[in-house]
């Protein structure tokens, strides 16, 4: 198979191109030597046999004006001096042959009749006729005829010679450029050489050789010069990026102490905070058993807020254990059914709920690898906010499945309840961050800010879409395990 000319070496390209070029220039200029050579000697030729024929027919006026015919063919015979006449004879006035050379050509081999003078050539042949002219009168007719040997014996040698120079030019040509080309190319292939070791060690300490002060060598300089340059800059970028991940180490171990500190806080805070909600949540069983019938409208009504925000600060401080806990537990992955899973959040969330128009559809749901404890905390809050936000709707209806997407699966649920407005979804996933109202949906405000921590752990990502009075859909992606990937890629 043939190299494209852009694939072959420089060495190469210089050799063909200084070969090409000469050869094309000594053959261009022998072609025309050799043309030159052949139209001059046919000139040569025809000039010859003019001179040639004018004698004879000068010498032939004597035999034509005595009808001698043996004189005639006398004349005619001393052409045997010149090899190259094939056919030579005399014509009378009449037009009649007269006599003709040599005899042994038979009159057949004679034109029956010439009538205009002049030199012609046809087939391979010279061909004269030359008028017999004594004192303006017209005694007959000469006819010559020549072959073209000599010119061609000529042609050959001229055409031996043009090969044998053309070839011997080649040669010295062929040995000039692979001595011209290595002087050329042995610096573009230092450059090659070292460009390509750089390539592969990523060393910018190497340095190419300079060969000369052509403009190779100034290459060359250029070469080295940016080759400084790089090697400069890429010890400023590794003593940047050094600094850069020092300082980025500091950061992380002063965030990590800083959460240490927070999760530690936020776990004691809520611990604490338990024992004044017993001493509240007691005191108020005792108001409620044995003085509420002696408590007037505004007092009953009073210690029922009492009692409400006790509840609802035991469960925040819940939900903040809970958050907390998330943060410091390791994961224990198993592989989880998470149709199975999600059935019996479901039955659980179903069972405290007196709305009987609730409809809930799980589709089918693959297996994935995850901490079972925290994935069931993730489904039962997204359902139960599913199914809270679902219930002031005349027939609610949520939605829970799952579709792969490259390498993840992820699962939704989706409900047709209040929704919530795109523009604060910044706010969605935040701690103690609620799109709706307390008098609207009660709340703590933990419980999406504790699905996304679960999530990020487990390595996937969580989402969501939602319109007003439209509902919403929840999504969180979990990675696919190795062996349901090689599964999927076998089928």
């Given amino acids: 198979m043939a190299m494209a000319w852009r694939d072959i070496p420089i060495q190469r390209k210089l050799m063909r191109a200084i070969l090409l070029t000469s050869g094309s220039v000594l053959l261009l200029t022998c072609s025309a030597y050799f043309a030159y050579e052949y139209f001059t000697f046919r000139q040569t030729t025809v000039r010859q046999l003019s001179v040639l024929g004018e004698i004879i027919a000068t010498n032939s006026t004597a035999a034509l004006a005595f009808d001698s015919r043996d004189d005639a063919y006398e ?3 001393s052409l045997k001096a010149q090899p190259h006449i094939v056919a030579a004879s005399i014509y009378d006035k009449n037009g009649d042959l007269f006599t003709h050379y040599p005899r042994d050509l038979t009159q057949s081999a004679f034109p029956l009749a010439v009538k205009k003078a002049g030199y012609h050539f046809k087939d391979s042949y010279l061909v004269g006729v030359e008028p017999i002219v004594q004192l303006d009168n017209q005694l007959g007719t000469l006819y010559l005829k020549s ?3 000599a010119m ?8 031996s010679i043009v090969l044998l120079v053309i070839a011997v030019s080649v040669l010295l040509a062929y040995v000039l450029s692979k001595r011209m080309q290595q002087a050329i190319t042995r610096p573009i292939l230092s450059l090659a050489n070292t460009a390509k070791a750089i390539s592969e060690r990523q060393d910018y300490t190497v340095r190419a050789n300079k060969l000369g002060n052509d403009e190779l060598g100034l290459l060359t300089d250029a070469f080295n010069h940016m080759l400084t340059e790089i090697l400069e800059r890429n010890q400023k970028i590794q003593a940047f990026n050094q600094e850069l991940e020092q300082k980025i180490a500091d950061r992380t171990s002063q ?3 800083v959460n240490k500190e927070l999760e530690s806080f936020s776990y004691s805070v809520s611990h604490d905070l338990r024992a004044p909600l017993r001493s509240i949540d007691g005191y108020s069983r005792i108001l409620i058993e044995d003085y509420y019938e002696k408590l007037d409208d505004e007092g009953q009504r009073v210690l029922n807020i009492i009692i409400k925000n006790a509840l609802k600060m035991g469960r925040l401080i819940d939900d903040l254990l809970a958050f907390s806990r998330v943060g410091k537990q390791e994961l224990s992955k198993v592989m989880l059914d998470m149709e199975a ?4 959040v479901v039955h659980e969330l179903e069972a405290s709920q007196q709305n009987k128009e609730l409809c809930i559809a799980i589709h089918p749901m693959p297996k994935v ?3 079972s404890a925290m994935m069931r905390q993730v489904l039962t809050n997204l359902i139960s906010n599913a199914i809270k936000y679902s219930m002031k709707k005349e027939n609610p209806v949520i939605e829970i499945g799952c579709q792969a997407q490259n390498e993840y699966y992820v699962y939704y649920v989706k409900d047709n309840g209040a929704g919530f407005d795109m523009r604060y979804y910044d706010k969605l996933f935040g701690v103690f961050q609620r799109l709706h109202s307390e008098s609207e949906f009660e709340g703590t405000g ?3 800010a504790l699905v996304h921590r679960v ?4 390595g996937g990502e969580v989402w969501a879409e939602g319109k007003v009075d439209e509902g919403a859909t929840f999504y969180f992606s979990l990675p696919v395990s190795d062996s349901d990937a090689n599964k999927n890629h076998k089928e």
């Fill in 75 to 77: 004349i005619l015979a």
């Fill in 147 to 149: 072959d073209l040997g």
């Fill in 152 to 159: 061609y014996s000529r042609l050959k040698l001229y055409g």
């Fill in 255 to 257: 965030l990590e102490d």
């Fill in 341 to 344: 899973l999600t059935q019996i």
């Fill in 369 to 371: 690898e995850g901490d």
């Fill in 446 to 448: 933990v419980g999406l």
């Fill in 455 to 458: 999530i990020s752990k487990h």
